[in-house]
């Protein structure tokens, strides 16, 4: 299970309180890192859909760690949980495609 799945069950447990060490906080950036490189190598968007879909959950789940439980976050995770918020939008999502294609 990756750290992303691990914490997500955490986050929708929702508990009083969440507790992510640095150590998961490392782990997770890694795999958010992983996915937005998948993403820069896809040729399209169309193409890129699957893993905008789920950079959507994976920009949820961190907003939600960010926002309600104040946990600090890396530049990358803020990035996304700031630039990604409307993962729904077909607009925001060409939109971030593009963005991450010349960044």
Excluded: C, W
Excluded at 2 to 12: D, G, S
Excluded at 39 to 51: E, V
């Amino acid at each position: 299970m990756t750290m992303e799945e691990q914490l997500r069950h955490r986050v929708l447990a929702n508990p009083p309180k969440l507790v992510v060490t640095d150590s998961e906080i490392a782990q997770l950036d890694e795999e958010l890192a992983s996915l937005l490189s998948s993403i820069r190598s896809k040729p399209t968007l169309a193409s890129a859909g699957d893993d905008l879909d789920h950079l959507s959950a994976f920009q949820e789940m961190l907003a939600t760690m960010f926002f309600k439980y104040e946990i600090e976050l890396t530049d990358q995770q803020k990035f996304v949980v700031r630039n990604f918020e409307r993962g729904d939008d077909p607009d925001l999502r060409a939109y971030f495609f593009q963005r991450l294609k010349t960044s």
